[in-house]
């Protein structure tokens, strides 16, 4: 079975750091294309950050520029998204994805890029 999995979430506090990680189960992530989508309550999905594997090249929604930062761990499979000086604005449901290389991110429409997602973590930020 093809998969991601998140892990990491949880509650912290304001000004604190997170980290979350996705592994994936039963694919290399060596050739795609990944990246952290969040949906609020109430809020459409939308993208927080993603990495092209041909260039490297990242993307960070203005909302967490400068915050959030995300990696690959080829060793592990494993990607993250080292979240520091959270806000309350910060929480939600975090899910990773991963899309072919075909397929750059974030593109016209970040929803589309993705082929594979993450069944979702909360990510909950208390003031």
């Known amino acids: 079975q093809l998969r991601l999995v998140e892990s990491g979430g949880g509650l912290v506090q304001s000004g604190g750091s997170l980290r979350l990680s996705c592994a994936a189960d039963?694919?290399?992530?060596?050739?795609?294309?990944i990246g952290w989508f969040r949906q609020a309550p109430g809020k459409e999905r939308e993208g927080v950050s993603c990495l092209n594997h041909n260039d490297g090249s990242t993307y960070y929604s203005d909302s967490v520029k400068g915050r959030f930062t995300i990696y690959r761990d080829n060793a592990q499979n494993t990607f993250h998204l080292q979240m520091t000086n959270v806000k309350p604005e910060d929480t939600a449901i975090y899910y990773c994805?991963?899309?072919?290389?075909?397929?750059?991110?974030?593109?016209?429409?970040?929803?589309?890029?993705?082929?594979?997602w993450g069944q979702g973590i909360p990510v909950t930020v208390s003031s």
């Open positions: 039963g694919f290399t992530l060596d050739y795609y294309n």
């Open positions: 994805a991963a899309g072919f290389l075909s397929n750059r991110c974030p593109g016209p429409d970040h929803r589309t890029w993705p082929y594979y």
